[in-house]
């Protein structure tokens, strides 16, 4: 909810910006909530929204930006950042160009890509008095496409820093490490340096077969040995139409956290750190999946490029729905 205006200017031959602000009503705000109730107005932020300031060095782009991202190949969720935030406001650097590589040591990888940026999060204290206000988010993925029809992703993100909690450059490098990450009990809790999230997606077209395309996406809310653990999955397929202007897919989100292959369930877990106790969340706003921890949906979606519709038909069950989120 809310209105915004934007203006995209082309820039120079190595620089490049766009403007854009939103006023935006607070989503879900518990404040807003009991303003209501007493029939008084909610509350408003404005935002800065797709708004960046790049500038191209060597073969990367560097910029400041507030824009919302998406990763993953799924057109409904995508378990560890998805569009259901506010536009984040950083730093990052990327691939200029996603292109195969002239090295024939790293050839086999197709036309790849690579981001990493960090930013701030904007996450007003709702639940929990005791949520570090103030953190700091972190993401870093890999694309890469070794054939015609199969590509692959890899992404880590992390929630770092915020009010009384260690911060610097040490406490990034421990997190990149994954030391002291997954406390087993209460007394490792202060030397967690952050929650993270880490996967690998997938999407294999059908080739000359048919119109389509299958995809995944598996995100480990832990680690052990160093790999992830602990899995959020997502499975889709997808057709369209010849001229491309139709798109139908089926999708299915198990944002409840299990083994590899399925057993083993662990409601409570998703989303959810000892450290960082409003969840994986920015401005009470799911992360990733917006259907939030613990869910089971499945989507039937069509899509019309040319009018600009969408039809989605959702079902299943979500698992939390916690205060304001």
Known sequence: ????????????????????????????????????????????TLRLDDSALVTQIGGASVQAFAHRYWWGPSWQSSLVLGNNVPPWVGIGVQRSRVVPSRSPLLSWLG????????????????VERGQPHGY??????????????????????????????????RTYAKALLAIDTNPPDQDGVPSDVSNQLAGVDLRVGCGRLARCAFYTQL??????????????SLVGAETW????????????????????????????CAYRNQVYT?????????????FGPDSRITTLGWYSAASERRVRLHYGAVGLSLGAY
């Open 1 to 44: 909810p809310g209105d915004g205006a934007a203006v995209d200017a082309g820039g120079g031959r190595r620089w490049a910006f766009a403007l854009g602000a939103r006023l935006e009503q607070q989503a879900g705000s518990l404040r807003d909530a009991t303003a209501a109730a007493l029939g008084e107005p909610a509350s408003a």
């Open 278 to 290: 409003q969840g994986y969340t920015n401005a009470t706003r799911w992360i990733g999946s917006s």
């Open 219 to 232: 995100i480990g809310e832990d680690q052990a040995r160093l790999l992830p653990t602990k899995i959020l």
């Open 136 to 169: 700091a988010y972190a993401g870093g993925r890999l694309t890469i496409k070794p054939h015609p029809l199969v590509e692959m992703g890899l992404t880590r993100t992390f929630q770092i820093g915020g009010a009384d909690r260690p911060g610097g450059w």
């Open 241 to 268: 139409s010849a001229d491309g202007g139709s798109r139908w897919f089926v999708e299915h989100v198990r944002t409840l956290c299990h083994s590899l292959f399925g057993e083993r369930a662990e409601p409570g």
């Open 111 to 126: 036309a790849w890509n690579a981001e990493f940026f960090v930013a701030k999060a904007q996450d007003p204290l709702v």
